[in-house]
């Protein structure tokens, strides 16, 4: 069902809202209103790592509703997802995340370059590149 509702979807706009939200959450000052709830220690490494994998989820969902709609207007079957294209997303993703830390760093607001967020950026990444194909096929209902 969820297959009818993504296939209309454009190609693209599925990553552009995740890099928007990774953006905000990311460089603006005071992105959530504080809050008294005490979340585990670094709690953030999680959200990060979060945040980069659901971008590589929805960079993977992107290319396969692209494929998609390669084929419906040529009759070609599009080729596979290969491992090449994952690594390249993965890493992708993880330098917009140094990217991310260091502008954090620059723009002077109160947020600073944290090189244990970039690490969980790039396991976030790496992680769900192995688990996104799977699932993005679950989710389009393709074997």
């Known amino acids: 069902m969820l297959q009818k509702y993504l296939s209309r979807v454009y ?20 992105p959530l209103p504080d809050s008294d ?3 585990f220690e670094h709690a953030d490494k999680v959200v990060h790592a979060l945040m980069f994998g659901g971008l590589v989820f929805a960079l993977v969902v ?23 294209g994952l690594l390249v997303i993965a890493v992708a993703a993880t330098l917009f995340g140094g990217g991310i830390e260091l502008l954090q760093s620059w723009m002077g607001l109160g947020r600073g370059c944290d090189l244990l967020d970039f690490l969980a ?15 993005a096929s679950l989710l389009l209902h393709r074997r």
């Open 37 to 39: 709830v005490s979340l």
């Open 121 to 135: 950026d790039a396991a976030g990444a790496f992680l769900s590149a192995a688990v996104s194909p799977s699932l």
């Open 11 to 30: 190609p693209g706009i599925l990553s552009s809202v995740v890099v928007m939200a990774i953006l905000w959450l990311t460089l603006a000052p005071h």
């Open 62 to 84: 992107d290319r396969e509703l692209c494929r998609q709609r390669r084929y419906e207007l040529s009759g070609k079957l599009p080729r596979g997802g290969n491992l090449a």
